[in-house]
């Protein structure tokens, strides 16, 4: 079946400090992305979705300029938190859509662990 | 009422026993998800249904679209099985745009 990658698998920052994690399709070509975030015994929460070459759609209350996406290829997104607090402590998934699908085909990567200190 | 409901919540099971999950949602869907998630929290896509019935190995997933309810079961369950269950319904977000919609997971602990 299809893969997607996440990297790095887990990562603990300071206060203040930015975290880029990324998101590969490795075995096809996404045009569309999702970001999601899960916090402890929660389901998983939509954050933004990311196509590529045009800017992301970020769902309500989430913040754009603290959350920045960027799809520059077709196998690559990227989430970067700025200026991470601990509240940003959580669980970061990353899917992609399979754009040869005729009906709507995610994939998941195995998720990012973000400890902020 | 949330658009995604998972019954049962918790479940524990001995070794061997036939295990099912049930997912029911609300609203119209193009496709329905099941997940795995296992303790440390790399999520497995274990099915995408839009009709019918999906088999791999121990796992069946089926789907009523008509009474918008789906089922996943596990055959000869074994401890290994022991995860998080998700459901997650697509539903179509305009033009050929979808969001995925989650249940909150059922917890499988399966004992030997």
């Known amino acids: 079946g299809a893969v997607v990658s996440q990297h790095p698998s887990r990562v603990i920052c300071k206060s203040g400090t930015s975290v880029k994690i990324e998101c590969r399709s490795l075995?096809?070509?996404?045009?569309?992305m999702f970001w999601y975030r899960q916090f402890p015994k929660q389901s998983l929460m939509l954050m933004a979705t990311?196509?590529?070459?045009?800017?992301?759609?970020?769902e309500q209350g989430v913040e754009k300029d603290k959350f920045l996406i960027n799809h520059a290829s077709l196998t690559l997104s990227t989430l970067t938190v700025t200026s991470a607090h601990p509240e940003d402590s959580s669980f970061y998934i990353c899917?992609?859509?399979?754009?040869?699908?005729?009906?709507?085909?995610?994939?998941f990567g195995p998720g990012t662990r973000l400890t902020v200190l | 009422k949330n658009e995604v409901e998972q019954s049962p919540q918790n479940l524990t099971a001995q070794e061997g026993e036939f295990i099912t999950i049930n997912c029911s949602y609300s609203?119209?869907?193009?496709?329905l998800h099941w997940l795995q998630q296992h303790p440390g929290g790399g999520i497995v896509s274990l099915f995408m249904?839009?009709?019918g019935k999906k088999k791999h190995g121990r796992l069946i997933a089926t789907i009523n679209i008509q009474e918008k309810h789906s089922s996943l079961h596990i055959t000869a369950s074994h401890p290994r099985d022991s995860a998080v269950y998700i459901c997650?319904?697509?539903?179509?977000?305009?033009?050929?745009?979808?969001?995925?919609?989650f249940g909150k997971g059922t917890l499988l602990t399966v004992n030997p």
């Open positions: 899917s992609a859509r399979d754009y040869r699908a005729s009906t709507d085909t995610q994939y």
């Open positions: 075995d096809f070509q996404a045009t569309t």
């Open positions: 990311s196509n590529e070459g045009s800017k992301a759609t970020y």
């Open positions: 609203v119209g869907i193009s496709a």
């Open positions: 249904l839009s009709s």
């Open positions: 997650a319904v697509a539903v179509n977000s305009g033009g050929s745009n979808y969001k995925l919609t």
